[in-house]
């Protein structure tokens, strides 16, 4: 059901909703940019509508909200272990578009993947979406390219417009929750891009012979292995584990899941000092061949969803939209090399 509604209005809803959900969405976080006098804009709790920022692309996409940067998945100590409790209050997320196509690749990984990840789950079931539409294109985005540019996959989709708010709401639950909230019923459909000043092309030919182009050596000079590219994509979810043990007691401790990255050194490091893509080179091809390649041959689409954060967000400005741009010309020289 659409709805019509004024800002004065939205905020006693969004104050009914907040007594059922955690609610989430990017906003301004003041002096957390790059540099002490900037400003970050990423995922937060809110308390208020006009803390959401619908005008700029978060550096951060939505991910940290059901997949969190650091989670304790359990406790133990010399004779029991115990599994960590989760937050049983339910979360309402504002996302893109293309942030929502980003989240099937997770449920793919986490849930699709031959197993069930427990404490993924958990989170993800007690999650709903409210859609932000895209009037025009973001820096660096190629979400046209990718296909991601357009969802129905909503439980609610919002437009604001001046003083005015504009609802699109499937999930009778949300619905129910704002029923007694004054509103104007109304027709509403999402904005959503139609075209990127970015474009990519994705070779029909590519194979894994692009491994022996020449074109990665360039990135051995150029990436430094930072990961940054990797933590604010919506789509990587690599992780690694911590066993922290107590200063008071080394039999008692906790086991965390912690964010981690192709791109990092030490990631690939194994018993016996072995250690695979040692070479930034290496590690470049792998993350692009990951999101453009193999991943489709396995779910059917591609990884990357063209939000843009990794150019956004490179300090040694390498584009990945570059990167997929030029596998057309390396598959060639491949081919004449052979």
Known sequence: ????????????????????????????????????????????????????????????????????????????????????????????????????HSLKRIDDIYLRNGFEDIYYKKMRERAKFVLIGCEKSFENCFCVSMGSNKTDEYNAYIKVDGQDVYLDIKDEEIENIISSIEKEEKEVKPDFVTENPVKVNIPENLSLEVMKSTMWNEYNERCITCGRCNFVCPTCTCFTMQDITYKDNKNAGERRRVWASCHVDGYTDMAGGHSFRKEKAQKMRFKTLHKVYDYKKKWGYHMCVGCGRCDDICPEYISFSTIINKLEDAMNEVKNND
């Open 1 to 100: 059901m659409g709805y019509k509604l004024n800002l004065e209005n939205m905020n006693l809803a969004l104050n009914e909703l907040k007594k059922t959900y955690k609610i989430y969405a990017p906003k301004v976080f003041v002096g957390a940019g790059t540099f002490s006098d900037t400003d970050r804009v990423r995922y937060g709790e809110i308390e208020s509508f006009e803390e959401i920022e619908f005008d700029k692309k978060s550096s951060f996409s939505y991910k940290e909200t059901i997949l969190p940067t650091r989670q304790t998945l359990f406790f133990f100590t010399e004779d029991e272990c115990k599994e960590a409790e989760v937050d049983e209050r339910p979360a309402l997320i504002f996302l893109r578009s293309c942030e929502i």
